[in-house]
């Protein structure tokens, strides 16, 4: 307690000194919580959009899944096979709404997407969807991003639809969709009797690999190959083939905590030099080496806490009304910094500092060593 | 023969070579010597800041080279003042001379009056929660000398205390090192280069270069 009470009238009597160092320290904080916020978010979202326990049926060597074309008739057959319980299609498409905005449009089978999606929405209103053929029901962030309201009638990029519901997804792609009837897509985008993908729900998680295995050699015949494989390694897919936001996000994070810890390093080297003097002092008063470790490693810690704390309240306070959809793409997921990505900003921040400050503190109190 | 609180008995290291001396308990005990004589280094060696290649130091019958939990110890036993730099700027009177007393241990309870006691013996009690930017080179001194002599100590070492004071200040400060010295009876071992100082003490040692 005392030594903490020492490190911290240190930093309040050295304040023009760690001032510029705290306020570095801030803008760091608040760089990083948005960077994981990013980085987590985006991996998040991919992951939960889709399920481990359902299996996604798609052209392979594709350069984007989401020009995979699978013949609407394979879902017949597909059906005949083993373990399928049920089965469903989805025709996707990218439109471009703004000058470099883009979003992704989805076109299912109404009767199935409830049962294969656990969208929240209310009865009326997917109900409304499922018997109007032009009708749409829009995720959550879409509706923010264009104000639709329900019932209202929309053109968007020459097409024609009608709002019918609002759904909520947490945590998925499909919030930032547009859902269409598939009929009424492959219509508008000329792909009649084509889906993007097949979803199959099987009977039992333990014959994914038996069932995957069996459709695909199903559909040996087809020209460039059939792949079946767990809904989430198709959105892991798509994720990498959408420019791989996630791990370009998690690449500028590790580069931002590397320069976090030289500015950390430095900026403790910086206010510890001035202090040597006072390790001999602590020194001959009695108190031991680690004691004397502890006062310097705590201030610069301290300071980096108090920091780190401002930056990712900050970051909090700033992203609490994020945009609505973030980036270019509408899937890329908004920057949301939720109680997690803060922690673990805090945590991050806390480990460099523990790193980097602990040799420097060691040097500072290392230069009263007995000759 | 009176009690020694302090005896050092053939210690070398570098510069000092065979040195022998005892400070009886309640001495006030001058080392003079020009500078870079070895003075400094033999109150390091006294409070274990440097280690000594051979011989023995003794405080109050122990030897301090084998005690284990020796800050501890010294944190009790030894007060130390040196020539300048002796506080931490960033704490007050108050707590600059609580530190020692953090060290050792001392109850909370038992350090307030402790502190107030020994601001007061040295007439700083009014200045207590002053910082010591604020401080006359004399006072900070004075500061030094509460800090020591709050811990109650067996002996207080002081290397070149009044090295940066004019001679007047000089004076007052020897003057009320040699008053807690007469009141307290603890033992004070002054090394200094003054030799206008050897009359304030009861035992003076000169060592040569």
Redesign the interface.
């Given at each position: 307690m005392?030594i903490f009470k020492?490190a911290f009238?240190?930093i309040?009597?050295?304040l023009k000194f760690y001032l510029p160092f705290l306020l570095i320290l801030i803008i760091f904080a608040f760089a990083l919580t948005t960077l994981l916020s990013l980085a987590l978010g985006s991996s998040q979202i991919y992951k939960k959009s889709g399920s481990k326990e359902l299996l996604a049926v798609f052209e392979s060597n594709r350069a984007c899944v989401m020009a995979s074309l699978v013949p609407e008739a394979y879902k017949s057959r597909i059906m005949k096979l083993p373990h399928i319980e049920d089965i469903t299609g989805e025709v996707r498409h990218i439109i471009v709404y703004a000058p470099k905005k883009s979003m992704t449009v989805a076109g299912v089978e109404p009767d199935k997407f409830r049962a294969f999606k656990d969208i929240q929405i209310p009865s009326a209103e997917y109900e409304a969807f499922k018997k109007d053929p032009h009708g749409v029901i829009i995720g959550k962030k879409v509706e923010r991003l264009f104000k639709w309201k329900v019932g209202e009638a929309v053109t968007l990029q020459r097409m024609n639809f009608n709002i019918r519901g609002i759904f909520k997804l947490p945590l998925s792609v499909y919030n930032g969709m547009i859902v269409f009837h598939k009929d009424y897509l492959q219509k508008l985008i000329k792909k009649e009797g084509y889906f993007t993908a097949i979803t199959i729900k099987i009977d039992s998680p333990k014959n994914k690999s038996k069932v995957s295995k069996a459709v695909e050699q199903l559909f040996t015949d087809h020209p460039s190959g059939i792949s079946c494989k767990s809904e989430t390694e198709f959105w892991g897919m798509t994720e990498k083939q959408m420019g791989d936001f996630g791990k370009n996000m998690r690449v500028l994070t590790v580069l931002c905590a590397l320069v976090l810890f030289g500015v950390i390093a430095n900026g403790a080297a910086f206010c510890l030099k001035r202090r040597r003097?006072?390790a001999?002092?602590?020194?001959?008063?009695?108190?031991?080496r680690t004691?004397i470790f502890t006062i310097f490693f705590m201030e610069p810690l301290l300071a980096v806490f108090i920091s780190g704390i401002g930056g990712c309240l900050l970051a909090f306070f700033l992203w609490i009304k994020q945009p609505t959809i973030g980036g270019e793409h509408a899937i890329i997921p908004p920057i949301a910094v939720t109680p997690k990505v803060l922690l673990a900003s805090l945590f991050s921040m806390l480990l460099i500092a523990v790193i980097s400050t602990a040799v420097m503190a060691y040097k500072t109190s290392n230069g009263?060593k007995?000759? | 023969m009176e009690e020694l609180v302090l005896e050092v008995r053939d210690v070398s290291n570098g510069l000092l070579k065979d040195v022998n001396l005892g400070v009886e308990k309640g001495a006030f005990f001058i080392v003079l010597a020009p500078s870079g004589s070895g003075k400094s280094t033999l109150l390091e060696f006294i409070c274990r800041n440097r280690v000594i290649a051979s011989g023995q130091i003794r405080i109050n019958g122990v030897d301090i080279y084998g005690i284990r939990n020796f800050h501890k110890w010294k944190a009790a036993n030894i007060g130390f003042i040196y020539e300048e730099n002796n506080l931490i700027p960033t704490l007050n009177a108050y707590e600059n001379v609580e530190l020692p007393l953090l060290a050792a241990k001392v109850p909370k309870e038992e350090r307030r009056p402790r502190v107030l006691k020994a601001l007061d013996s040295v007439g700083l009690k009014e200045k207590a929660a002053v910082y010591p930017v604020k401080f006359t080179m004399e006072e900070e001194q004075r500061l030094a000398l509460a800090r020591a002599i709050a811990i109650d100590p067996a002996i207080i070492l002081a290397d070149e205390p009044t090295g940066k004071l004019p001679k007047k200040q000089t004076e007052r400060l020897i003057g009320l090192m040699g008053e807690l010295n007469q009141k307290t009876g603890i033992a004070f071992m002054v090394a200094s280069h003054d030799y206008s100082l050897k009359n304030a003490a009861s035992k003076v040692l000169e060592l040569s270069q």
């Amino acid at each position: 307690m005392h030594i903490f009470k020492i490190a911290f009238k240190n930093i309040r009597k050295n304040l023009k000194f760690y001032l510029p160092f705290l306020l570095i320290l801030i803008i760091f904080a608040f760089a990083l919580t948005t960077l994981l916020s990013l980085a987590l978010g985006s991996s998040q979202i991919y992951k939960k959009s889709g399920s481990k326990e359902l299996l996604a049926v798609f052209e392979s060597n594709r350069a984007c899944v989401m020009a995979s074309l699978v013949p609407e008739a394979y879902k017949s057959r597909i059906m005949k096979l083993p373990h399928i319980e049920d089965i469903t299609g989805e025709v996707r498409h990218i439109i471009v709404y703004a000058p470099k905005k883009s979003m992704t449009v989805a076109g299912v089978e109404p009767d199935k997407f409830r049962a294969f999606k656990d969208i929240q929405i209310p009865s009326a209103e997917y109900e409304a969807f499922k018997k109007d053929p032009h009708g749409v029901i829009i995720g959550k962030k879409v509706e923010r991003l264009f104000k639709w309201k329900v019932g209202e009638a929309v053109t968007l990029q020459r097409m024609n639809f009608n709002i019918r519901g609002i759904f909520k997804l947490p945590l998925s792609v499909y919030n930032g969709m547009i859902v269409f009837h598939k009929d009424y897509l492959q219509k508008l985008i000329k792909k009649e009797g084509y889906f993007t993908a097949i979803t199959i729900k099987i009977d039992s998680p333990k014959n994914k690999s038996k069932v995957s295995k069996a459709v695909e050699q199903l559909f040996t015949d087809h020209p460039s190959g059939i792949s079946c494989k767990s809904e989430t390694e198709f959105w892991g897919m798509t994720e990498k083939q959408m420019g791989d936001f996630g791990k370009n996000m998690r690449v500028l994070t590790v580069l931002c905590a590397l320069v976090l810890f030289g500015v950390i390093a430095n900026g403790a080297a910086f206010c510890l030099k001035r202090r040597r003097g006072q390790a001999k002092i602590f020194q001959t008063i009695g108190f031991t080496r680690t004691k004397i470790f502890t006062i310097f490693f705590m201030e610069p810690l301290l300071a980096v806490f108090i920091s780190g704390i401002g930056g990712c309240l900050l970051a909090f306070f700033l992203w609490i009304k994020q945009p609505t959809i973030g980036g270019e793409h509408a899937i890329i997921p908004p920057i949301a910094v939720t109680p997690k990505v803060l922690l673990a900003s805090l945590f991050s921040m806390l480990l460099i500092a523990v790193i980097s400050t602990a040799v420097m503190a060691y040097k500072t109190s290392n230069g009263i060593k007995a000759k | 023969m009176e009690e020694l609180v302090l005896e050092v008995r053939d210690v070398s290291n570098g510069l000092l070579k065979d040195v022998n001396l005892g400070v009886e308990k309640g001495a006030f005990f001058i080392v003079l010597a020009p500078s870079g004589s070895g003075k400094s280094t033999l109150l390091e060696f006294i409070c274990r800041n440097r280690v000594i290649a051979s011989g023995q130091i003794r405080i109050n019958g122990v030897d301090i080279y084998g005690i284990r939990n020796f800050h501890k110890w010294k944190a009790a036993n030894i007060g130390f003042i040196y020539e300048e730099n002796n506080l931490i700027p960033t704490l007050n009177a108050y707590e600059n001379v609580e530190l020692p007393l953090l060290a050792a241990k001392v109850p909370k309870e038992e350090r307030r009056p402790r502190v107030l006691k020994a601001l007061d013996s040295v007439g700083l009690k009014e200045k207590a929660a002053v910082y010591p930017v604020k401080f006359t080179m004399e006072e900070e001194q004075r500061l030094a000398l509460a800090r020591a002599i709050a811990i109650d100590p067996a002996i207080i070492l002081a290397d070149e205390p009044t090295g940066k004071l004019p001679k007047k200040q000089t004076e007052r400060l020897i003057g009320l090192m040699g008053e807690l010295n007469q009141k307290t009876g603890i033992a004070f071992m002054v090394a200094s280069h003054d030799y206008s100082l050897k009359n304030a003490a009861s035992k003076v040692l000169e060592l040569s270069q």
